[in-house]
């Protein structure tokens, strides 16, 4: 319990449902000052109600919100401290860059040389300079993201939500947006949650990712953890873009596995290797053919079929090239193992370190 | 094939009939309108139109428009704003209801007002000992006038909310922004132009409002006559310069309220435009 009270923000066993549906299913976590924490899940798995219901425009059916060690069940929206960047930004339409940065200062009624002090900080921070007497519908997706975050910043809160920060922005820009953001509330120090669906935004931007699915919370880690020792079979299946083994005792490395688990293998920890080739592992190397080679710019992606399963995995540029319906040798580091409903095992290929023939 | 072949004919054909169709139905009865109300001349026409009854049923129409349009603006914004800002149960029944007076035909509404208020109903004795009178007065013409308008001016901005979405107002109340600032710095800006046009095609109707009016106005010279009573009244009596003297004035007040709503449809649509680039 001691550690509990070094959050910053703590729910606690909190639920809510929708008619008869369950979009939040015992939630409970607490993040600590000045972290970036990442709400990762797929659509609809509950995401944006842990927002609002941390925000105040919703309510949990059950179970407390801590703010700063006060419960705020009961305190409003408005009164709570927070930031919020909607998915869509819901900027005002009929106002100017300006009018919506100082809207939150000029409801509370703050001195007029004041709010313009504020406003023209943040059009600074931003980066917005010039654009002041713009209508939204005049501004780019990047600029009216950071009108947004200007906007939320404003009154100073002590917390910061974003639902889908880059969801409405190019792929182009995104990437730069990215750096930008993680940057800016570094800079800034607040606390600050997203929302994403997307696992390169969380692992990038996050300082600590809570996994959403169904309403309910899978896990909760650094992205390195989240990433390499998955707990649940849906972290295992959700992180990496991993292919489903249902046989996996049929494999070479991992006969010693129960035949009914089930596993999942990420692109990269398959090697593929040509007959040519010699590989690290040659006792243990299963036979192959490739089916489809795709050209994925900084590398290629194999999809590769192997005791009945496709397996995708990666090979460099400039590694000799692998044909479709070429026969290769397809080995096999590690697998994320489970039954359905127990904890995932991460599992080494039994050869690995016995056969060490080529390990550079 | 066949048809993009006999377009041009096609086309022509129907803007033909169009044109004929409105020249015989609204054109030709409006000019046949002014020229018999000038027929005998400017100075029997503004004798019509300054008589004591004839100004005292224009300032009664005027009266019954700016109380009607007042009270139905009020109310098609509260009414818009519950059904697309809440969800409550029977709310589907209430938009329905709200577009009722659209079905009714006004001569029910006149109708369901007498029953309501008139001698036999329950509330009459009430009514009676508070010295309200609405039946055959005033009042029960504007009750009149009001029910039959107002659905023009939510129906006017019910889908424009609706379009709208919520996401403005709760970033605007998430930042401590009170109910009415929200809907004078967010809403009001947004359906602007919906509202005027409604407000605009309320007038026009309120104006020339006459089955509902005619039952409960009880149709007392110079007290309770708006302008068509009284231009009905001039026609039953073989007043035809008079009769068209005062629609002149009706038909006038109805062209402004059309190149006002033609300014307002043109407006609206370019600040649309400009919200949604
Ligand atoms: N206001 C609401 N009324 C009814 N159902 C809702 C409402 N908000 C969300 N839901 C439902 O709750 C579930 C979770 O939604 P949400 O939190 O928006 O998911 P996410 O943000 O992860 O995509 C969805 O199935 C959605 O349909
Ligand atoms: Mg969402």
């Given at each position: 319990m001691a550690g509990e009270t070094e959050n910053y923000v703590e729910l606690r066993h909190i639920n809510k449902t929708f008619k008869n549906y369950k979009?939040?299913?015992d939630i409970h976590f607490g993040i600590e000052k000045g972290k970036l924490v990442g709400l990762l899940g797929?659509?609809?798995?509950g995401k944006t109600t842990i927002l609002r219901m941390i925000a105040g425009l919703e309510t949990a059916d059950s179970g407390d919100i801590v703010i700063d060690g006060r419960?705020?069940?009961?305190?409003?929206a408005s009164k709570r401290g927070i930031g919020f960047v909607f998915?869509?930004?819901?900027?005002?339409?009929?106002?100017t860059v300006y009018d919506n940065i100082a809207f939150g200062l000029t409801v509370n009624k703050c001195k007029k040389s004041d709010i313009k002090k504020r406003v023209e900080e943040l059009i600074e921070l931003v980066d917005?300079?010039?654009?002041?007497?713009?209508?939204?519908?005049?501004?780019?997706g990047g600029q009216r993201q950071r009108v947004a975050f200007a906007r939320a910043l404003a009154p100073n809160p002590e917390l910061l939500l974003l639902d889908?920060?880059?969801?409405?922005?190019d792929a182009k820009v995104r990437q730069e947006l990215r750096s930008w953001l993680r940057e800016m509330i570094t800079r800034v120090g607040i606390t600050s949650i997203f929302v994403t669906h997307d696992q390169d935004e969380a692992i990038e931007v996050a300082d600590e990712i809570i996994i959403t699915n169904r309403g309910r919370i899978e896990q909760i880690g650094s992205p390195g953890d989240i990433y390499s020792?998955?707990?649940t079979a849906f972290v295992a299946e959700f992180m990496g873009s991993p292919t489903r083994i249902s046989?996996?005792?049929?494999?070479k490395g991992y006969e010693?596995?129960?035949?009914t688990i089930h596993a999942v293998v990420r692109p990269e920890n398959v090697s593929v290797t040509k007959k040519t080739e010699k590989s690290r592992y040659p006792a243990s190397v299963e036979h192959g053919i490739v089916e489809r080679v795709l050209f994925r710019g900084r590398e290629l992606e194999l999809a590769v079929r192997v005791h009945g399963v496709l397996l995708t995995a990666n090979r460099r540029l400039e590694e000799a090239r692998i044909a479709e319906g070429e026969a290769v040798d397809v080995f096999i580091y590690r697998v994320y193992a489970f039954h359905e409903n127990e904890e995932v095992q991460i599992v080494d290929n039994a050869n690995v370190g016995t056969e060490n023939l080529f390990y550079i | 094939m066949e048809i993009r072949k006999n377009s041009g004919v096609l086309k022509w054909a129907l803007i033909g009939i169009s044109a004929v169709f409105l020249t015989v139905m609204l054109i030709l009865p409006l000019i046949y309108v002014m020229y018999t109300a000038f027929e005998e001349g400017i100075g029997v026409f503004l004798a019509a139109v300054t008589d004591e009854y004839a100004l005292k049923a224009i300032g009664l129409t005027v009266r019954v428009t700016v109380l009607t349009v007042i009270i139905n603006t009020v109310f098609g914004i509260f009414a818009s704003w519950c059904i697309t800002r809440f969800s409550f149960p029977g709310k589907k029944v209430i938009s329905a209801l709200i577009d009722l007076p659209l079905t009714v035909s006004p001569i029910i509404a006149g109708l369901i007002y007498v029953l309501t208020?008139?001698?036999?109903?329950?509330l009459y004795p009430y009514l009676q000992g508070a010295g309200i009178k609405i039946i055959f007065a005033v009042p029960g013409i504007v009750l009149a006038t009001i029910f039959v308008t107002f659905p023009f001016i939510s129906r006017e901005i019910i889908p424009v909310l609706n379009a709208q979405g919520t996401d403005e107002e709760e970033a605007a109340a998430l930042m401590g922004a009170g109910g009415f600032t929200i809907f004078r710095r967010i809403t009001l800006p947004h359906i602007k132009w919906a509202l005027l046009y409604g407000i605009v095609l309320c007038t026009a109707r309120a104006m020339g409002e006459f089955g509902a009016v005619s039952v409960l106005?009880?149709?007392?010279?110079?007290?309770?006559?708006t302008m068509p009573l009284y231009i009905e009244l001039l026609y039953q009596g073989y007043d035809f310069t008079g009769a068209f003297a005062v629609s002149a004035i009706l038909v006038l007040m109805a062209v402004v309220i059309l190149v006002l709503r033609s300014v307002l449809e043109y407006k609206g649509a370019k600040s649309g435009e400009q919200a949604h680039k």
């Open positions: 979009a939040s299913d797929p659509s609809g798995s419960v705020v069940n009961d305190v409003a998915q869509n930004y819901a900027l005002f339409r009929y106002m917005l300079k010039g654009l002041e007497r713009r209508y939204p519908s005049q501004l780019s889908e920060p880059f969801a409405a922005i020792a998955p707990k046989n996996i005792s049929e494999f010693q596995l129960d035949r | 208020f008139g001698r036999q109903s329950i106005s009880g149709h007392l010279r110079g007290k309770t006559n």
